[in-house]
């Protein structure tokens, strides 16, 4: 145990880390990544030792912002430092690294760990790729997936509580904007917590974002659907399950998502919210998260079976994901298509998913006769009830109740792609429409994206117009129309696809 | 591209970090673990983003000390900042993590950039696990071995150069302090680099810096050896594929030591001082690493056909490594023992294993005939001549050369483990032995370790000492006595090694 002088660093790190001088540390047999439980009075953590030549001086010790709040440590302050084992999730960690069957305490330990900062990045990463290599059995998953939500934050509605899940990968997916508005019109309870994009052009939060805010905290969240049963939120800030952000960290560098760590992360965030009823949609085709549906079956077997272990009542639907939804993509204008279709105008593939995925919600919920789900969320729809309660819920989110699609801010720089001859369309990549949307500036600048004049199977002529990229900067429209004609995301039959060698 | 003002920062990172402020990095769309490339002027270099809500203002960036010397930025100097996609070498790594042979270029690309710090923990950490559960073939494991050459320096002592190394995992193994004078006294070059403890009580480096100074250049190497024609230093400055040190620093948390990666993490060491001749010391038995002969056959040839490939003549030993070498262990003490069997006072099996070693070198060198190699190296030994050899060498580094054994610092803190009753030792743990040194302060205390007055085979009388620590302070002295009575790191038979249940 030795005294040091704190000296205050805020810089965000994802491990909890504190600083002390090299020197010092060697006299002291520490070396860098040693672990270490910094003290202040009673309060304690554990932390994972940086070494620096000249920072901090030999009798001080450096400690991050966070960590000095949580303490009550302010600059200057003595406080000690004690050299400390790994902890023990790190043995249980090289446990399922040799492939071995975790224990529902050793993956507790690991999460709580994880949620408490005492991991290392390279601890992190070594659970996740074993958890890639090796799997999980259903034991393993279940218990993974209670300890995520037991170290965070729990909600309780004290009422049935519903909720719609889309596995993701497929751009223009805004069917939670028809979905939670039609079930609340029913009377179910439906507080929808959606992420922001990582990889795409826009997730739920930030289609949401642009019709109303959506940082909410829980409190907050549960006065909103006490109003109006409904609510479309960022889940960011709710600490819901707040593991799965760590394992995200390392899964998007690697882009890996090792099954038991998939299932896992869509059940806690469901369990965490009291979720009684869900429904998955399971987008299947080229370029989508799942490819076959032989994949999709696999993992709605495991879901559900998953969901019964938690108490949880599931129904999976396939969908078409071998193209984007609807006709655009973008947070601005998939709200405008959303809007559209709440008034009675959308098209007709993205009225279809939506009402059917929320008819399964119905028939969950014993309000449809099996197969007679979709029936009541057309009729609810097309009575204007659902765009009645979405602008309830947009008012009750602090947005403007009154919007009108073409309110909605859609980048003024619009650059478009002709057809080159009379043809059928034969294909639209999601990935090479993803990455034009991105290019040209979705999700940060919410008016950028793509629209579609065409989707697979539709006839196009010569000249006519099959997509339009907007973007809110000239600089980015011209960087995705070029990455447009470079990628060329939508196909016509007899469309020379690649010359080589490429001029 | 972005211009911000510097703003410079001493903490050492593994990876090689800027850190932007937060808010502005949201308005950038760059997040943390984004790549961005650092310019000052025509110099730049990649570097990851990790982001502080104040430490940096808006139009700052933090940079750390070491990349602020490299590209020669001062506090408050302009510097640009701009996006970048992640290194090529993150999809091979990627590649590797699928099961996927790679190619020696992508295998350079991984090297390169994690010597560079181009590369997250994430990332390297990915890289050795995806060792760990693939494997590699021949092949790769040739291109790693370069590689980590390639990107380090590389010594030319224009001359054939003879080498030892020794797998490790044995306390006690201070061969190299017999092997490096005999085979220089021959008049074979022997420029023998040593790393430091890791998890043992004693590393070959930290041994010797009890009779000199152990760091030095490369050219500094080369004046030494110049004279000498043996050193024993510590590889630590010179700066030997340097990657080696990065990929410990993943595979020494998580106390994995993939095959592809030992091999050439040895064989790299060797290529890059341009060894010849090498002779490799595997000890086989329980609690080495190695614990069986059929895997020392199988690390032997593959090391035999890597040298090979590499062009350098190896010839393997197996030796008994189900015990500690010699009878003492931790820096001082075994330096001490080291030196009587130089003076001709060293316990036969300690002189059998290091005479053994050094005439297979002699045989590799055609400077003896085929089995003859061990006579030569005796009379080596016998004739004082290696004595003399490892003074000109303890001088040549700066150390006493007529030290004594009884000058070196042993701990004054002594206490005595005795045997209980009168049997044969029927086992000294290796890993007992070595838990209970580092508890008594080795190898950070020079002067700490652990004396036998037994092993395998020896008779014991009841209360005849069987074992002593040497600690340089009192507390760590009890702290191993306490450890030493619960490991019970010495077997006699028929003695009692646990009761049911504990007290």
Redesign the interface.
């Known amino acids: 145990m030795t005294v040091f002088k704190s000296k205050i660093?805020?810089?965000?790190?994802?491990s909890r880390l504190i600083?002390l001088n090299?020197q010092r540390a060697?006299?002291l047999?520490i070396t860098?990544?040693d672990r270490a439980r910094l003290m202040k009075d009673e309060l304690s953590v554990p932390a994972i030792v940086?070494?620096?030549?000249?920072?901090v001086a030999p009798d001080e010790v450096?400690v991050f912002?966070d960590t000095a709040k949580e303490l009550g440590i302010a600059e200057g302050d003595m406080v000690t430092v004690n050299l400390l084992p790994?902890p023990t999730s790190?043995q249980y960690?090289?446990k399922k690294?040799r492939g071995e069957k975790l224990a529902k305490e050793e993956i507790d330990y690991i999460i709580k760990d994880a949620v408490d900062r005492a991991l290392?990045?390279?601890?992190?990463?070594?659970f996740i790729?074993?958890e890639?290599?090796h799997g999980m059995d259903m034991d393993e998953v279940e218990a993974l997936t209670r300890a995520m939500v037991n170290h965070g934050t729990k909600m309780d509605f004290e009422r049935p509580v519903f909720d719609k899940h889309s596995l993701g990968g497929i751009p223009g997916n805004k069917v939670t904007l028809l979905i939670v508005p039609i079930v609340a019109a029913a009377g179910l309870l439906i507080p929808k917590t959606s992420s922001r994009a990582i990889t795409s052009p826009s997730g739920t939060a930030d289609t949401m974002s642009t019709l109303a805010p959506v940082d909410f905290s829980a409190s907050e969240l549960k006065k909103i659907v006490t109003r109006t049963n409904g609510a479309i939120i960022w889940g960011g800030s709710l600490n819901l399950a707040p593991a799965d952000d760590i394992f995200i960290?390392?899964e998007?560098?690697?882009?890996?998502d090792p099954e038991p760590q998939m299932l896992a992360s869509i059940m806690a965030k469901k369990l965490a919210v009291g979720t009684d009823y869900l429904v998955l949609d399971l987008p299947v085709g080229r370029e989508a998260k799942v490819e076959t549906p032989e994949q999709a079956r696999s993992i709605s077997n495991k879901i559900i079976e998953l969901g019964e272990r938690l108490g949880m009542k599931v129904k999976c639907g396939l969908t078409y994901g071998g193209q984007p939804v609807g006709y655009s993509v973008g947070p601005a204008l998939e709200a405008r298509e959303a809007l559209l279709a709440l008034e009675g105008r959308g098209p007709s593939s993205l009225v279809e998913k939506s009402t059917a995925l929320a008819g399964l919600l119905f028939e969950l919920a014993g309000k449809a006769a099996r197969g007679r789900g979709q029936d009541m969320a057309k009729e609810i729809l097309a009575s204007g009830k659902a765009l009645v309660k979405m602008r309830e819920i947009i008012e009750a989110q602090g947005g403007n109740p009154n919007v009108r699609p073409d309110d909605l801010p859609v980048g003024e720089h619009k650059a478009e792609i002709l057809a080159p001859f009379d043809g059928y369309i034969t294909r639209v990549s999601n990935r090479a429409i993803s990455a034009i949307a991105r290019a040209a500036?979705a999700p940060?600048e919410k008016g950028a994206g793509v629209v579609f004049y065409g989707k697979e199977g539709h006839k196009m002529q010569k000249e006519e117009k099959m997509l339009e990229i907007h973007a809110e900067r000239e600089s980015r429209l011209e960087e995705a129309y070029q990455l447009a004609l470079k990628l060329k995301p939508m196909t016509l039959e007899g469309m020379l696809l690649q010359e080589i060698p490429e001029l």
Do not use: K, W
Not at 50 to 55: G, K
């Open positions: 660093l805020d810089i965000s790190t994802r600083l090299a060697e006299q047999g860098t990544h940086n070494t620096s030549e000249t920072f450096g912002l790994p790190v960690i090289r690294m290392s990045d390279i601890e992190v990463t070594a790729t074993a890639q290599y960290g390392v998007y560098p690697l882009q890996i500036g940060m």
